[in-house]
């Protein structure tokens, strides 16, 4: 099969499962307890307001027809209308979307650059006592929960030290920038940016420290690389310039769903940090049986993930010719 | 209501039946022991909490009154349970045994018609509405409709009185405590911070009234969750309401003492038992420079009674309204309504007629005003709307034109995920007032290490209770709620849930509402041994094993 | 494992799977010994882990104190958020119950979870992996997608859904978590099982006539047993994790202590700022619980083929 091809399947199968992606949200959400109106009875609406709002919403026509509804927004690139905000969810998520994106992809990236250096210098030191003590600080930041590292870098960094806010995106009462650029370049937003990075990085970097070592022990057993001591290159050199390189290739495909993963991770991260992001929307959305505001957001961390998935296919064939296009 | 939905529920209360059943029916087996006891063994009760995150007080004094009714001989299972499955199962389903409550206090429940009538009137017992308890009682019945039409307030205290009188004997629901509403601020930032009872620092005269201190001219309010939406017509949420009433003027404000005090309107008068004559304020004019005029205040009546959901028992009393002069206007009501002014008239949002009269019809994609989200909203309130980003900030800025303008030059409302990251931003100063109570433990904290942050307190009149399906046994015998209410340990409940932040209290008016409190009601509460005798004289009995059973046949 | 081998035994048939098999448990076990006496890490994992499932068998029974009184002062009023002491070696919570009692208590909800959805995931994936790998074909293609599909749900999100819908129960908790985690399992097995599929010893049982089922389970399962243990590991250590976020989230079971639930409550409380034994404990248990279970996956690895990864 060549690689066209491949790709061709590949792009076929992505259609099936966002179809069948699509159609679990469904169903799920349906199924769920209560309604939306469930939140605010106890401020004063009475049974008869609150079958209007249900039947103002939709919600009491039938399954199919509900889903017929659904299925056609989505085509027609709409995600309904939030039962809580009474906004379009899509003007809702798209700004949420980016303060998610922006956040744990600066965490990702930061999780990697860390995790793929420091992996790659373990792996140098494999058989040392500083090995089993990267490798026992790596395993211990991959135990532990995000929250409880939130909790600690909170602690540390805004309540003892204050150096860094303690949660928030943006200053309260500063001037919101009109351009998407000055939004997330501002220094403001950086100094807010700066903690829950942190607290992420320091969960996700270990995937990519661990697994770079790991490779980095393959590919340093290789002949090739004692041609390259014979040659007379220096260790560091033969480490970052031929050994890292090579050990590369799973670190990058890695990379793309430890990105889909982090999608979820945002969940906690954005509660502790009162980030307004797509995750604390999402919990909050439950929370409040807004359904089409929870399905948008669980859609779209859902896309991300299946995309993600697509590329890290895509990006191994591409990288690694010995793969079969199977 | 669909089929589809109805199903859904059938099987939901399907499942509910054979968990509450199984228990039973082992209980069934036991009487037939012998266990020197004629009676059968009282069925076993499944008391509903909240989980210990929505509200620890309930989740808590739950347990603590639990295990006081098993020291009487009851079998208890507390449940813990998500709000939205007790809002639809035993709220709306009226699917329970017991389940612990807190009605808010919120300004338009000063006035003692919706403790005295909504919640307790044998009409109101249908499924969903809110007498769930499915209390039915002519006498009270006649007292709270009486309450209802008597104008002079004198006289309809007496029927106020009374209604909580037989509220206390028949015990429907007990009422347990009132909490102390304290809420933190920077001492630094205010002069002077007025509060309201039963709204705290969130009441409209703390952001309209309040003094801001030299060199601070903001006000920067946290609350513990966002605001829904700003659509005068939805605002299901009480605290989408606060927000609103900031905006949006009301022809009446309830004033810090509880009272309906005109506000947009110049002057009410009462030109008989049905007919109300309203004046409106001269010049007064929107906030996009419209002038409001008598014709916006009649349309708003007329749009949101047909369009608000929740303004609709606001505006339901209201049989016709006409114009009768440049500035007055008179409502027809279908009868006596003594509530008029603080429940509707409090209540009902002034909204522009040349921007509404537009909405659905007006739009596209808006199929009806509930749809529309209001992006802009334009009022006559004292704040005017600048700016808001969801989850971030709103920006409201004081109406230099109106006839109150606030003491404040903006007002930016700030949402938290929690209370702990609002706490998090007062301790920063990023804000200086914070709109909800943080627990004991955090105000106690605030008070005694952080000294720029003061505390205001005030009593809520909203009540916590515990509600009884009276049409289940035991609870339809008077005798077994006497005796599980004597044996609710209130005040350890206040002591120890709330850590003496809060009063005891025996009436479903409480004792801050002054006017409307009657302090002479019967008294439950704290006295375990005087529940024994009260089920002892009523014939209970108690096997071997300290089972309660049944009085003999 | 012996119970394990006389049960196959009973099984035996002439194409001399038993002694095979018989040979293949004492190896595996020899290996599994082998692995854990040179690696420090290990033995580490498995005395923690150890001691927490002593915790969570005996908890209740050991506490100093009930987890859920609420405990008193002389004159009655609750000893709230109190600094460790001999009497509270943990301190108090901000409703004055016992930290310590909690965490032993606590340890059970995280082994349950972890346990049986990992027991689940991997009984899942193993034979997902192990059917479409050996019959091909639309079997193949079909537990692929749906493989494909249960990685399409972030991992999460989808708990957090689920559990929301089944009601907030340490059951379903560990359904939904077990619904997502057999999918790194199906997989791995499944590319293990496509290698094994074509050597000698299948051929060879094909030939004397033994049938699919038997080749599978008995000729082929074996074989990746180690990688399904690895995989186990891995998955008690992620289910760990997922209850702990799920019941930090607020989702948790409401009748149950979890430590997760100790650190929302904390939080929740403002105590983070303040009480830090009630924080440090819950949070710390969790990391160790984890580690031991990533501690014995390493030790398992060496066992299984180097060459496979692990990352979720």
């Known amino acids: 099969m060549g690689l066209r091809e491949y790709v061709v399947r590949r792009i076929f199968q992505l259609v099936i499962t966002y179809w069948a992606f699509i159609t679990l949200l469904f169903v799920l959400f349906r199924a769920a307890p209560g309604d939306p109106t469930s939140m605010f009875v106890m401020d004063g609406m009475d049974e008869e307001s609150r079958q209007e709002i249900i039947a103002d919403l939709g919600l009491d026509q039938p399954l199919y027809l509900q889903y017929v509804d659904y299925m056609g927004q989505l085509l027609s690139g709409s995600f309904g209308v939030s039962f809580r905000y009474r906004e379009p969810v899509w003007d809702v998520l798209v700004i949420k979307f980016w303060n998610t994106i922006f956040l744990m992809g600066a965490a990702v990236i930061c999780a990697y650059v860390i995790g793929v250096l420091a992996g790659a210098l373990l792996g140098w030191w494999r058989g040392k006592r500083a090995e089993r003590v990267g490798i026992v600080a790596g395993l211990m930041a991959r135990s532990s929960p995000e929250f409880w590292t939130s909790i600690i870098v909170l602690s540390v960094f805004a309540f003892w030290l204050g150096w860094l806010p303690s949660g928030g995106m943006r200053s309260i009462g500063a001037e919101m920038a009109p351009s998407f650029s000055a939004r997330y370049l501002s220094t403001d937003f950086v100094y807010h940016l700066v903690l829950p990075v942190m607290a992420a990085t320091i969960y996700y970097m270990a995937t990519p420290l661990l697994l770079m070592r790991n490779t980095m022990l393959d590919v340093l057993k290789a002949d090739f690389i004692e041609i390259k001591k014979a040659e007379g290159l220096s260790e560091l050199t033969i480490l970052y310039k031929h050994a890292a390189r090579n050990s590369i290739l799973p670190v990058v495909t890695m990379a793309a769903i430890v990105t889909g993963t982090a999608m979820g991770g945002s969940l906690v991260i954005e509660t502790v940090f009162n980030w307004p992001g797509m995750g604390r929307e999402m919990v909050e959305a439950i929370n409040y049986n807004d359904y089409p505001m929870a399905m948008g957001a669980f859609f779209l961390m859902g896309s991300v993930v299946i995309i993600m998935n697509f590329v890290a296919d895509l990006l191994y064939v591409y990288l690694d010719p010995r793969v079969e296009y199977k | 209501m669909s089929d589809e939905s109805v199903k859904r529920r059938d099987v939901m209360k399907g499942v509910a039946t054979v968990a509450a059943v199984a228990p039973v029916a082992t209980a069934g087996c036991l009487g037939d022991d012998d266990t020197g006891v004629d009676g059968e063994p009282v069925e076993e009760i499944e008391l509903i909490v909240t989980t210990a995150d929505y509200d620890p007080v309930r989740y808590e004094f739950g347990q603590l009154i639990a295990d006081n009714w098993r020291e009487l001989g009851f079998d208890v299972d507390v449940n813990p349970t998500a709000w939205n499955t007790i809002v639809d199962t035993a709220m709306d389903q009226q699917d329970f045994d017991a389940f612990t409550l807190n009605w808010g206090g919120r300004a338009e429940r000063i006035d003692p018609d919706i403790f005295c009538y909504d919640l307790h009137h044998s009409s109101q017992t249908e499924l969903g509405a809110r007498n769930q308890v499915n209390f039915e009682n002519e006498e009270y019945d006649e007292a709270a409709e009486a309450q209802r039409r008597l104008y002079d307030d004198e006289e309809r205290r007496e029927q106020v009185y009374r209604c909580q009188e037989i509220f206390a004997e028949e015990q429907p629901r007990t009422p347990i405590a009132n909490q102390e509403q304290i809420m933190p601020y920077l001492a630094d930032a205010f002069d002077e911070v007025v509060t309201m009872m039963g709204e705290g620092l969130m009441s409209f005269w703390t952001a309209v009234d309040s003094e801001p201190a030299g060199g601070n001219s903001e006000l920067r309010l946290g609350y513990p969750s966002e605001v829904n939406n700003l659509n005068p017509a939805d605002g299901q949420a009480t605290h989408d309401q606060q927000t609103m009433r900031l905006i949006y003027d009301r022809l009446m404000r309830i004033n810090t003492d509880g009272v309906a005090e005109e506000w947009l309107a110049e002057s009410v008068e009462e030109v008989d038992d049905t007919t109300i004559e309203v004046t409106i304020r001269d010049g007064q004019s929107w906030h996009d420079g419209e002038e409001l005029t008598v014709e916006d205040v009649k349309f708003s009546f007329e749009y949101l009674g047909e369009h608000s959901p929740v303004l609709d028992a606001a505006t339901d009393p209201v049989e016709d309204i006409e114009i009768v002069g440049d500035r007055t206007l008179r409502f027809d009501l279908d009868e006596p309504f003594a509530p008029f002014l603080a429940v509707s008239l409090g209540q009902v949002f002034i909204i522009p007629e040349h921007i509404w009269a537009e909405i659905p019809d007006g739009m596209d994609d808006v199929n009806s005003p509930l749809d529309f989200d209001n992006p802009e909203p334009v009022g006559s309130g004292p704040f005017q709307f600048v700016d808001w980003q969801r989850d971030e900030q709103m920006v409201l800025e004081a109406n230099e034109d109106h006839f109150n303008t606030p003491n404040v030059e903006t007002m930016i409302k700030v949402p938290g995920a929690d209370m702990s990251t609002l706490v998090r931003l007062l301790e920063d100063e990023e804000i200086n007032m914070i709109g909800w109570v943080p627990g004991p433990d955090t105000v106690n904290r605030l008070e005694e290490d952080v000294d720029h942050v003061e505390n205001s307190s005030i009593e809520d009149h909203g009540w916590y209770h515990i509600n009884y399906q009276l049409e289940r046994p035991p609870f339809d015998d008077k005798d077994v709620r006497h005796a599980l209410a004597h044996a609710i340990p209130k005040q350890d409940i206040v002591d120890v849930v709330m850590d003496g932040m809060g009063t005891v209290t025996h009436s479903q008016i409480a004792e801050v509402n002054e006017f409307w409190h009657n302090p002479d009601v019967m008294e439950f509460g704290d006295d375990i041994d005087r529940a024994r005798d009260v089920l002892e004289e009523a014939g209970y009995q108690w096997d071997d094993d300290g089972r309660i059973h049944y009085p003999a046949e | ?312």
């Open chain 3, 1 to 312: 494992m012996s119970r394990e081998t006389q049960g196959i035994d009973s099984m035996a048939s002439d194409d001399g799977a038993t002694e095979r098999i018989r040979a293949l448990a004492v190896r595996t076990w020899r290996t599994f010994v082998d692995v854990f006496e040179g690696d420090r890490m290990g033995q580490i994992g498995l005395a923690l882990l150890l001691i927490f499932a002593l915790m969570g068998m005996f908890g209740p029974w050991i506490t100093p104190h009930d987890p859920t009184e609420i405990n008193r002062d002389d004159d009655g009023s609750a000893l709230r958020l109190e600094a460790p002491s001999t009497d509270h070696y943990f301190g108090t919570t901000n409703m004055g119950r016992d930290v310590f009692s909690q965490v032993i208590v606590g340890a059970r909800a995280s082994l349950i979870v972890g346990t049986i959805a990992a027991l689940i995931a991997v009984t899942i994936g193993t034979n997902i992996g192990l059917i479409s790998a050996y019959y091909g074909g639309w079997t193949e293609d079909v537990l692929m997608r749906i493989t494909d599909i249960a990685y399409a749900l972030p991992f999460l999100p989808f708990v957090i859904v689920l559990v929301f819908l089944l009601g907030p129960s340490i059951w379903s908790i560990i359904i939904v978590i077990a619904l997502l985690l057999w999918r790194s399992t199906a997989r791995v097995v499944r590319s293990q099982v496509l290698s094994h599929k074509e050597r000698p010893y299948v051929e060879s049982a094909r030939a004397v006539g033994a049938s699919d089922l038997r080749i599978m389970y008995l000729h082929i399962l074996p074989n990746v047993l180690p990688l399904a243990f690895l995989y186990a590991a891995f998955s008690v250590a992620w289910a760990v994790i997922a209850e702990a976020n799920v019941s930090f989230l607020g989702f948790g079971d409401p009748t149950m202590i979890s430590w997760g639930q100790m650190l929302f409550e904390a939080y929740t409380a403002d105590a983070i700022r303040f009480a830090w034994w009630w924080v440090v404990p819950p949070g710390v248990s969790i990391m160790l619980l984890v580690m031991a279970a990533f501690f014995i996956g390493r030790t398992l690895e060496r066992v299984t083929n180097p060459e496979l990864r692990h990352a979720e």
